[in-house]
């Protein structure tokens, strides 16, 4: 079993940027797609981005492109999502998670979720 924890929330205003951090525990994730996902009280958990475990490939929910960027370093088992230009919207728990696959991730393929990190943006 990975354990995930993410750092890096907290509460900043409209047009700032955050970075999260993803360390990974227990086991390497070098081979796997990671991802961020996000939930907002009382909304369904999103997908926000992913990238993949072996040719870096990246993929970014409609809402985040061109603000957010996810990469990774495997030699720290870390994954990071850094958010620049940030709106209200976008106040959530953010959760990492790990996927069963290579290349891509799904909630029905994710293995492991870490506890999450609280992000809030004010206006």
């Known amino acids: 079993q990975v354990q995930l924890v993410e750092s890096g929330g907290g509460l900043v205003q409209a047009g700032d940027s955050l ?6 525990s ?4 070098s081979d796997y797609a990671v991802g961020w ?15 993949s475990g072996s040719t870096f490939r990246v993929v970014y929910a409609n809402s985040v492109k061109g603000r957010f960027t996810i990469s990774r370093d495997n030699a720290k088992n870390t ?8 709106k209200p919207e976008d106040t959530a728990v953010y959760f990492c998670a790990v996927s069963s696959q290579r290349f891509t991730i799904s909630l029905p393929s994710v293995t492991s979720w870490g506890q999450g990190t609280q992000v809030t943006v004010s206006s």
């Open 19 to 24: 970075r999260l951090s993803c360390e990974a």
């Open 26 to 29: 227990g086991r390497t994730i």
């Open 37 to 51: 996902f996000r939930q907002a009280p009382e909304k369904e958990r999103e997908f926000v981005a992913s990238i």
């Open 79 to 86: 994954v990071y999502l850094q958010m620049n230009s940030l």
